[in-house]
């Protein structure tokens, strides 16, 4: 409680630092970048393929007395220690496989400690070789049987503060963009993301809130209220793909006399895809449209989102994530002939606690196409993955 008091307080002086000026976060943008250039990548791929009967036998030796034959736990009377309501059932496929293996292996080979877990878990880094503790990880993954039914954690890329990724998630983000020139303008998404019916499909809900000083009048209000649908479809970390489909309705809930909706409903379809290469570098793709109802109110457009970037960690990507990213937004009108409005936004996504279910991204968005009307702005957001523990754990 005391380091999330503390924690509050930073953000808070950060967030208004960095809105007071878009050279200081360009400054801490470039410091960053910087200093995650020293840090070590490491690839998704190991050298060796793990064996998993070896695992098997690291896993009888060590892990059995706690987790049990099955995987789900040990019985209750064999074990001494109160389980914490984290506790792993390893056959639960839809809580294990969004886990990627660095997760777990940041609390193998450091304890649960090092990832807000409980000290219960012990730290194998000095009895273990990383071999045995690939080929064990392995093996524990062979305790969900459904396993192809399921999109794998380590698909679920770093989030980009305006590109959609395609991995379905289990997060309450909320995200703030500010004009960094003329008249003071923010909105703030708030925006839940929930997987529902299976680990596949996710509903999200964004309900924007407006604040603008328009002609010196100080006005705030609803956005457009988006209900949507995603859908995983294809996923591969052999080739390291991931393809989702998106339905969604923009209700007209934002009042366009003041320039926070579009007047009608619309709706908007996309596709996202996203691709994970070796020594985890990454895209992200984005291809949609929003689509009016009266076109008469609101014109059709289209968009198409591109990010690269590279998640980073120190400790051989067992410590604290850093994910610099550079995204390319373009729109354009429907009409033959229309110009297409491009900006380019550098960023940087940062776990900010220990069990990396709290993150942050920040960055700066710069029209560089149709400039005129188009005020860079600065774009922040504080993310919580809700399927890693609740808002107060996992700090220290
Ligand atoms: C003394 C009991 C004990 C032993 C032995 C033990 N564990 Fe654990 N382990 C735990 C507990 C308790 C947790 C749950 C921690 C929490 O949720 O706070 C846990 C959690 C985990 C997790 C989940 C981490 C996450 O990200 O959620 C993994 C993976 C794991 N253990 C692997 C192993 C492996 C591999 C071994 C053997 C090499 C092992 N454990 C041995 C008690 C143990």
Redesign the pocket.
């Given at each position: 409680m005391e380091a999330f008091r503390g924690w509050c307080g930073q953000s808070v002086i950060s967030l208004y630092l960095i809105v007071s000026s878009r050279g200081v976060i360009l400054g801490v943008l470039a410091f960053v970048c910087m200093c995650t250039f020293f840090l070590p990548a490491q690839t998704l791929h190991y050298t060796k393929r793990p064996d998993v009967e070896n695992g098997g036998k690291?896993?009888r030796g060590?892990?059995i007395?706690?987790?049990g034959s099955d995987g789900k736990g040990a019985p209750m009377a064999s074990t001494v220690?109160l389980?914490?309501d984290?506790?792993?059932d390893f056959t639960d496929c839809a809580g294990t496989t969004p886990?990627p293996n660095g997760?777990?292996k940041a609390?193998?080979v450091h304890g649960?400690p090092s990832?807000g877990?409980?000290q219960?878990?012990?730290a194998?880094g000095d009895l273990?070789t990383d071999d045995q503790i690939n080929d064990?990880m392995a093996y524990?993954r062979g305790f969900c049987k459904n396993v192809h039914h399921y999109p794998l954690g380590e698909l679920n890329l770093p989030r980009a503060l305006v590109t959609e990724k395609a991995f379905p998630e289990n997060e309450l983000v909320i995200s703030t963009a500010a004009s960094a020139s003329g008249a003071p303008a923010w909105t703030t998404d708030i925006i839940d993301e929930r997987t529902i019916i299976d680990a596949r499909t996710q509903l999200e809900t964004d309900v924007p809130v407006n604040y603008a000083d328009q002609g010196h009048n100080w006005t705030e209000g609803l956005g457009d209220i988006t209900l949507a649908v995603k859908r995983e479809m294809f996923s591969s970390l052999k080739t390291g793909s991931i393809l989702s489909l998106q339905g969604g309705i923009l209700l007209p809930t934002g009042d366009r006399k003041r320039g926070f909706g579009a007047g009608t409903m619309q709706l908007e379809p996309f596709a996202a895809f996203d691709q994970l290469f070796r020594e985890n570098t990454f895209l992200q793709f984005q291809l949609g449209a929003d689509l009016p109802v009266d076109t008469s109110v609101a014109p059709r457009s289209m968009f198409w989102r591109a990010t690269a970037g590279q998640a980073m960690a120190p400790d051989h990507m067992l410590g604290r994530l850093f994910s610099p990213m550079v995204e390319f937004l373009a729109t354009r009108g429907f009409k033959p002939g229309a110009s297409t409005n491009w900006d380019v936004l550098p960023e940087m996504q940062i776990t900010v606690s220990r069990r990396q279910h709290i993150r942050t991204g920040f960055g700066v968005r710069e029209p560089f196409t149709n400039t005129s009307g188009r005020t860079p702005q600065v774009v922040f957001y504080m993310l919580w993955d809700r399927a890693d523990g609740k808002l107060w754990e996992g700090w220290r």
């Open positions: 690291v896993y060590g892990c007395a706690c987790h220690f389980r914490p984290t506790f792993p886990e997760n777990w609390a193998i649960g990832r877990l409980s219960i878990m012990p194998f273990l064990v524990m």
